[in-house]
């Protein structure tokens, strides 16, 4: 599925497609995954696939010239919390796309600190500046971070109340791209632009090793 180029650090490319004889370019497959920072079962695909399954591809030259990875953000409203840590990730994109996945990395690391629980008394600001000190973590500017992401206590000359903050905008694309390809529930995966529901935030290294080599060659 295609990828606003905004975007871009949320796909994971490992090696050039190979060439097709007939002279038609060369497409690899997508596997897209849409996850939630404060899913649980989302953290744990997403930990599988990072720290498992990605060393595998990359070591396959086959696969690694035949597959590309999206990571796309699902964010869960009923958790309100899930919306500061979207902005956040989205934040990164803006400012240092290359750390994105690293920075989701350390989110899901620190998930439980970022539940409505852990939140329920404490001002979105301050949550804003947990979030960039997060980010300082992976090497993404502290201060920058933190001023795409604070909301005034007053409204802004020139605008109006509920105007968001520097991230609303591409937040807001994020939302629609999920809304628009009836994605609901996190995680989810969609291959090739078609809903993979056999592939589960339970599987093992070899169930991935098994699906690659079955889909992938």
């Not at 002279?23 to 649980?40: I, S």
């Not at 399954?53 to 699902?74: D, E, H, M, T, Y």
Request: hydrophobic share 40%; charged share 20%; with cysteine.
């Amino acid at each position: 599925m295609a990828l606003n180029p905004k975007f871009a650090g949320q796909r994971l490319l490992f090696g050039q497609p190979d060439a097709v004889a007939s002279g038609v370019p060369p497409a690899p497959h997508t596997l897209e995954l849409f996850l939630d920072y404060t899913c649980p079962f989302s953290a744990k695909q997403f930990n599988m696939m990072y720290h498992t399954v990605v060393p595998l591809i990359k070591a396959n030259p086959k696969w690694a010239g035949s597959l590309q990875v999206i990571f796309r953000q699902q964010v869960q409203p009923w958790h309100p919390s899930s919306t500061l840590v979207h902005e956040a990730a989205v934040g990164v994109l803006q400012l240092a796309p290359e750390k994105f996945w690293d920075f989701s990395d350390a989110l899901f690391r620190d998930q439980l600190t970022y539940c409505d629980e852990s939140l329920v008394n404490e001002t979105r600001n301050d949550t804003y500046k947990r979030l960039a000190k997060l980010g300082a973590t992976v090497g993404v500017d502290e201060a920058a971070l933190y001023d795409l992401l604070a909301i005034p206590d007053k409204v802004r000359e020139g605008t109006w109340p509920n105007f968001g903050n520097k991230v609303t905008n591409d937040l807001k694309l994020q939302v629609r791209y999920g809304r628009m390809v009836g994605v609901h529930v996190s995680p989810t995966v969609i291959v090739d632009g078609v809903v993979a529901n056999d592939i589960s935030s339970s599987w093992t290294k070899e169930q991935w090793e098994e699906w690659l080599k079955k889909n992938i060659g």
